[in-house]
T-cell receptor
Framework: GDSVTQMEGPVTLSEEAFLTINCTYT??????LFWYVQYPGEGLQLLLK?????DKGSNKGFEATYRKETTSFHLEKGSVQVSDSAVYFC????????????FGKGTKLSVKP | KAGVTQTPRYLIKTRGQQVTLSCSPI?????VSWYQQTPGQGLQFLFE???????NKGNFPGRFSGRQFSNSRSEMNVSTLELGDSALYLC?????????????FGNGTRLTVT
């Protein structure tokens, strides 16, 4: 079945460091891909998305590119801030009548000043 | 716009009981989906309702059921509760469905089964 695998956390970085959180997916078709973020004490919210190959989603300085050839959707940010500390979830959706939304296990990011 | 509202925020139930959770979506959103979040299994999709019809279903036993009303509000029911059902239950609403438009999540209902 479809699945999403993302790097295990926790990840601890210093402010202004470069961030990469790896995410790979398996799917029978061409799913839409998402990154959701859960800040401390808040609900999950959409960070960015991409709906087809080579699309790049971006928001708040974060970027992720839909790579069909490597079935990946890695999240990157050039310079993290303390306020980026949160749990990040990669997700895949195949849609349709048999659709499903599959989440990765989540990666906790802590950014130290 | 008001966000997604889930009630109650916390519930404590005993094994064998049943429970009903409620979710009010953002106004105008026709899709409501439900998720179970646990430390061990992470976030798992339960089902999605769109315009009062169940459109998608995850891999959960029949003890987990739901419905959606004409005003798009949704309820989830779990019967014959087991200890393993203890989790944070999240609902999310979207305009066109979980594959086609962003999900807006509620803060969840934390269910504890003793």
């Amino acid at each position: 079945g479809d699945s999403v695998t993302q790097m295990e956390g926790p990840v601890t970085l210093s402010e202004e460091a470069f961030l990469t959180i790896n995410c790979t997916y398996t799917a029978t078709g061409y799913p839409s891909l998402f990154w959701y973020v859960q800040y401390p004490g808040e609900g999950l919210q959409l960070l960015l998305k991409a709906t087809k190959a080579d699309d790049k989603g971006s928001n708040k300085g974060f970027e992720a590119t839909y790579r069909k050839e490597t079935t990946s959707f890695h999240l990157e940010k050039g310079s993290v801030q303390v306020s980026d500390s949160a749990v990040y979830f990669c997700a895949s959706s195949s849609g349709g009548s048999q659709g499903n939304l599959i989440f990765g296990k989540g990666t906790k990011l802590s950014v130290k000043p | 716009k008001a966000g997604v509202t889930q009630t109650p925020r916390y519930l404590i139930k005993t094994r064998g009981q049943q429970v009903t959770l409620s979710c009010s979506p953002i106004s105008g959103h026709r899709s409501v989906s439900w998720y179970q979040q646990t430390p061990g299994q992470g976030l798992q999709f339960l089902f999605e309702y769109f315009s009062e019809t169940q459109r998608n279903k995850g891999n959960f036993p029949g003890r987990f059921s739901g419905r959606q009303f004409s005003n798009s509000r949704s309820e989830m029911n779990v019967s014959t509760l087991e200890l393993g059902d203890s989790a944070l239950y999240l609902c999310a609403s979207s305009l066109q469905g979980l594959a086609n438009s962003p999900l807006h999540f509620g803060n969840g209902t934390r269910l504890t089964v003793t």
